[in-house]
């Protein structure tokens, strides 16, 4: 089992920056995929970006080139370095993940993911 928890969520003006952690414990070793999703109410979770053990990453195109997941496996943490942020990105984000190595056009889907967080509110102000 994985316990996953999200942390570096609050208030921010739009065209600024924000940091989102996601601390993983538990059997860590087995961790393959991270990913971080998002969910506004009465829409479909959105899978944003994934990050495997090699440290490879995949972006979904709404957050491409302001968006960057990283990784610290040593400390066991997941990060969303979010930029340029835009009201549009208010949700609750999520950090997930998995043991299985999928292929790369299904690290996105919310369907592929075993552990999750509880969530993190980020709302961006015009």
């Known amino acids: 089992q994985v316990q996953l928890v999200e942390s570096g969520g609050g208030s921010v003006q739009a065209g600024g920056s924000q940091r989102l952690s996601c601390l993983a414990s538990?059997?860590?070793?087995?961790?393959?995929?991270m990913a971080w999703f998002r969910q506004v109410p009465g829409k479909e979770r959105e899978g944003l970006a994934a990050i495997d053990s090699d440290g490879n990453t995949r972006y979904a195109d709404s957050v491409k080139g302001r968006f960057t997941i990283s990784r610290d496996n040593a400390k066991n943490t997941l990060y969303l370095q979010m930029n340029i942020l835009k009201p549009e990105d208010t949700a609750m984000y999520y950090c997930a993940a998995d043991s299985r190595p999928l292929p790369w056009w299904f690290v996105l889907n919310k369907n592929n993911y075993a552990y999750w967080g509880q969530g993190t509110q980020v709302t961006v102000s015009s």
């Open positions: 538990g059997s860590t070793d087995t961790i393959y995929y």
